[in-house]
């Protein structure tokens, strides 16, 4: 896969699909802008070669032709031209593809930027029409995908487009190389001991990754909505709390496989309980034998994450992915901040992914502990099964 700089971009029109999908309050403005930032090298590189520079992007899942503001990127272009610190403006297209994007890509002048509206307007993106990728394509002379975040989607701003450019003419981006490169070695040469952390609300997201990762790992610590499948399928009565019944025995098979191998296998002990879903109402610290029949496990309780600090005490490779607990409500977040700060606490290289994670880490305040925070969940979980990325797989054909 070659990246930026091997390939000879003076002077020409560059392509560069970005992650911009950034979270936005009810107001529109930005609150975390760590995907944008991830994006400047990058840019900054195709600014000092002069050239002339389209950048595309997805946001949330707006409904194909219709043109919403609330999904449009133009603040996405105000908050990019603050970063890059640059005189010009970065301009912004009215339209994906059409006449005013057109018109303004033709006046471009070397070290302009041109922000494209959110791909999703279009159809032709998630169908990874090809008549909509050779319209995008037509805007340049390189494509380069930087967009990690993405590259496991098979639309055609990542995937059909590759097939109009020639090999010297595509490549990965720096942060899209960092992230790749990063993952790689890390799975393939860990420090040891090396330690898994997943949580989230589901199992079925992650039932490949947890199958793959028994195979280079040393512990798995399991957290969130995810583990009541696991306490399920051990006898516990759950109550109420978040199950996926259909994967109980593959839950259970997951469990026997950690015991065969001798992979170290942590499921809460305790939990914080609550008769609903609301910030409002009575909680309990419970152990996993005494949840009642009507409440339900909303995060780990304080006994667990002792148990889980002990467990992360002599780790040398740190992987996170997923909260412990609905950390967006205060009364729920306890433990997915303790477990940031007891892996911000480690001597281990610490590698925290997904969207939610990273935003625990920002908001518990150990973002510049980590080792390396990737942009990319989804990818990042796929990259873990194993699976073949049709980002990756277009730049590397």
């Not at 975390?32 to 994006?39: P, S, V």
């Amino acid at each position: 896969m070659k990246t930026l700089k091997d390939i000879e971009i003076d002077g020409k029109r560059v392509f560069i699909r970005c992650d911009f999908n950034v979270p936005k309050d009810e107001f529109g403005n930005i609150t975390d802008d760590r995907r944008i930032r991830a994006a400047l090298n990058t840019i900054r590189y195709c600014i000092d070669r002069e050239c002339k520079i389209i950048l595309a992007s997805h946001y949330e899942r707006p409904e194909p032709g219709k043109y919403e503001d609330k999904y449009s990127l133009k603040p996405v272009a105000k908050r990019l031209h603050t970063l890059l610190k640059i005189k010009n403006e970065v301009f912004m297209a009215n339209d994906v593809v059409g006449e005013d994007a057109k018109e303004k890509a033709s006046k471009l002048q070397p070290g302009d930027i041109l922000l494209l509206e959110n791909l999703r307007y279009e159809a032709g993106e998630t169908n990874n029409d090809d008549t909509f990728a050779e319209k995008l394509a037509e805007f340049a002379d390189i494509y380069v995908n930087d967009a990690f975040g993405a590259c496991h989607r098979k639309h055609a701003s990542i995937y059909a487009i590759t097939k109009y450019f020639d090999k010297d003419s595509k490549c990965a981006g720096f942060l899209m190389s960092k992230e790749v490169n990063f993952f790689s070695k890390v799975l393939e040469n860990p420090v040891r001991p090396f330690v898994a952390v997943v949580g989230g609300s589901k199992v079925s997201g992650k039932l490949q990754a947890l199958t793959n990762l028994m195979n280079k790992v040393d512990k798995i610590i399991i957290g969130g909505g995810m583990a009541f499948t696991f306490l399920k399928a051990h006898g516990h009565e759950v109550g109420n709390s978040l199950v996926e019944d259909d994967l109980l025995e593959e839950a259970n098979n997951i469990i026997l496989k950690a015991k065969k191998q001798g992979v170290k296998f942590y499921l809460p002990v305790d939990v914080v309980a609550a008769p609903e879903f609301s910030e409002n109402t009575t909680v309990k610290f419970l152990p996993i034998q005494e949840i009642p029949k009507d409440w339900m496990g909303l995060d780990i309780g304080p006994a667990t994450t002792r148990l889980f600090r002990e467990a992360l005490n002599d780790a040398q490779t740190i992987m996170w992915n997923g909260p412990m607990g609905v950390y967006e409500m205060d009364r729920y977040s306890k433990g997915s901040m303790a477990m940031s700060n007891n892996i911000a606490q480690t001597h281990a290289t610490t590698i925290v992914g997904g969207g939610d994670t990273a935003d625990v880490v920002q908001r518990a305040g150990d973002a510049e502990e980590m080792t390396f925070i990737s942009t990319g969940g989804g990818a990042s979980l796929k990259l873990i099964e194993g699976a073949k990325l049709p980002g990756l797989e277009a730049l590397e054909n």
